[in-house]
């Protein structure tokens, strides 16, 4: 209409440009975007986190938990790069691209508000945190320092809490990843190969090689202790040789077959020894996903195509409800994630060789993930229509292809940009189930471990055995994966930052009884407690609705609706619990170190 008439456009290496002349709507260019959100970012770990440090208190010169307590297992003395690459590499899962991608229905503004926002102010400070009051605390889960500072019964809801939210991670994650190697799709019931099958099972076939190129890579790391320059030729040399073998003899599987495969994959990553899969392999990831972003950012600078998406939409979307508290929910880990919080106290804090590496580990690679989840929200902004129509596909397929797209600019051919984006949105849900596997094995042994498990009842020491506690785990997590991400997606945002909360209490007890200062922790604190409870009743509320209209089925309402209940009554109780134990509490009464700020 001539209303919204849209001018030019060019096509050039298959990237297409748009020139809006609709003078009614505001046009940004997404390089903008990028670069504002950059320097908000940077100023705010230069600024903000630096400020953190010293009101808290780093003593460069203390013995980190890693080099107490090394056992070459989970202990391990890490250099700090290698940490941050290890906690970018596991926080960064889907949620980033998924959630930014999904929630822009409410429109790109919105959504880059609560990124920056809330990874300055609430994400990046519950991560930094969590990872300091673990590390001050001999390298405490945070299921022990809720114990140490809440009480007894907040630890054994916490780690029940804790186990059930690693159930919504494994099956959305396992799900994701297995339907992005998937080489076949059903059409009105039947089913056939689809035009991405080689370029599914070359990524498919590159993620196993991956495995096979991390442990050798973990392997010769330990025996020779390569580190700087020579650790990062043989990196890269190991991530280029499985991407280079694995275009060549793809795999075609279906999703069943590829969800098996997944599960095998997160068992052995939750058992093994840290130094022979997990690390070497969050070292690889991270050289991948440096590529990926330089990709995305170099395509924005070079093609600086439009943001198409419309910058608001209104407060309510038909399909997924209210602005508030849906938008949080659903941008999830790229603004604020209590997962993270369990990735910093669990592996995290067990690496840190150097009190002072705790601020790019725990708030640099939160920042970091904010400034992917932007780019996820240019690089589908500009895939959308001129007219603000979004892209077709899942947000994994969205920001693949538009990078691929901007690879394709550079003179990469499109089977390699696509193999390799492909396999970089799967790595970036294998490296978070990698971590979360490892933690709902670590809540269940936890969770029914006593001081003296040699003289322990037989089931006891039974269930915390490290490879039942893993199967039992990734159990219920395969069983969700019945329900599809789609739906569980909603109950994961929600339980994710009901986490973030819980944790939060935690910080803000620790801070009061060592006489550091707290005030910065409780505008986040009520707001994530306010965002979650709001968004769990209004689920339970549509799955009661589905129930009552004879629309519901067991395998996915019903497990949604108990799970949803489960988590309201042990937040409701964590959280009451949580509180007494706070104002019951005096200020500076456990001995505060030497090196904490007044």
């Known amino acids: 209409t001539p209303g919204n008439c849209v001018g030019t456009t060019k096509l050039k290496k298959g990237i297409v440009f ?59 003395p890490t250099d700090g790069w290698t940490v941050f690459s290890h906690q970018f590499s ?23 508000l609560w990124i920056l926002i809330g990874g300055v102010f609430f994400g990046a400070v519950t991560d930094f945190g ?44 396992a799900d994701m990843v297995a339907g992005t190697f998937n080489a076949y799709q059903t059409v009105d019931g039947v089913t056939s190969l689809s035009a991405a ?8 076939t590159i993620s196993l090689l991956f495995i096979a190129f991390a442990m050798l890579f973990g392997v010769l790391q330990t025996r020779l202790h390569f580190t700087g320059w020579k650790e990062t030729v043989l990196g890269l040399a190991c991530t280029v040789a499985a991407l280079a073998l694995g275009m060549m003899a793809p795999i075609t599987a279906g999703k069943e077959a590829w969800t098996y495969i997944t599960f095998i994959y997160i068992f052995f990553a939750a058992v093994l020894p840290m130094w022979l899969l997990k690390q070497p392999r969050d070292i690889m990831t991270t050289y991948m996903f440096i590529g990926m972003i330089a990709g995305a950012v170099l395509g924005l600078f070079v093609a600086h195509p439009t943001m198409n998406l419309p910058m608001y939409t209104g407060f309510h979307n038909e399909k997924l409800g209210d602005m508030f508290p849906i938008l949080f929910v659903t941008v999830a880990c790229g603004a604020v994630s209590g997962f993270h919080s369990l990735v910093s106290s669990g592996t995290s804090s067990k690496t840190v060789a150097n009190e002072k590496d705790m601020l790019k580990v725990g708030y640099g690679a939160m920042v970091l993930e904010s400034l992917l989840a932007v780019l996820a929200l240019c ?139 707290n005030k910065m922790l409780f505008p986040p604190l009520a707001i994530m407690l306010c965002v979650t409870t709001t968004a769990l009743v209004q689920r339970t509320k549509a799955l009661v609705a589905a129930f009552a209209s ?49």
Request: charged fraction near 15%.
């Open 18 to 76: 748009v020139v809006n002349t609709n003078k009614e709507r505001i046009i940004m260019n997404t390089l903008v975007i990028v670069l504002i959100s950059a320097i908000c970012l940077a100023s705010a770990y230069v600024l903000y986190g630096r400020f953190l440090a010293k009101k808290w208190g780093i003593d460069p010169k203390a013995k980190t938990p890693a080099v107490v307590h090394a056992d070459g297992q989970d202990y391990v």
């Open 90 to 112: 596991s926080i960064a899962g889907a949620g980033p691209v998924t959630g930014a991608i999904q929630a822009a229905v409410f429109g790109w503004v919105p959504v880059l």
């Open 130 to 173: 969590a990872l300091y009051v673990s590390v001050k605390n001999d390298g405490k889960s945070m299921g022990l320092l809720i114990e140490k500072y809440i009480g007894k019964l907040g630890r054994k809801l916490f780690l029940v809490f804790c186990w059930l939210f690693t159930w919504l991670v494994i099956a959305a994650f």
């Open 197 to 204: 099958a080689e370029t599914n099972g070359a990524a498919g």
């Open 379 to 517: 690089v589908a902004g500009a895939a959308a229509g001129a007219d603000g129509t979004p892209a077709a596909g899942t947000p994994f397929q969205i920001f693949s292809s538009g990078v691929a797209g901007f690879f394709q600019m550079f003179g990469v051919p499109m089977y390699i940009a696509q193999c390799f984006m492909t396999m970089c949105v799967s790595a970036l849900a294998l490296t978070s189930l990698d971590a979360v596997a490892r933690i709902g094995r670590m809540s269940l042994q936890e969770l029914f471990s006593v001081d003296d498990m040699e003289h322990a009842e037989g089931w006891r020491k039974f269930i915390c055995n490290k490879y039942v506690s893993t199967l039992l785990t990734l159990f219920f997590g395969f069983v969700l994966t019945r329900i599809g991400y789609s739906n569980i997606w909603p109950l994961f945002g929600s339980a994710n930052q009901l986490l973030s909360a819980l944790v939060l209490v935690t910080l803000c007890v620790f801070m009061k009884v060592t006489g550091r200062s």
């Open 550 to 598: 004879g629309s519901a089925t067991f395998m996915v309402e019903g497990l949604q609706l108990i799970i949803a209940i489960l988590l309201m009554l042990l937040g409701l109780i964590i959280v009451v619990n949580s509180l007494r134990a706070y104002f019951a509490s005096r200020h500076n009464s456990e001995k505060t170190a030497p090196d904490a700020a007044s």
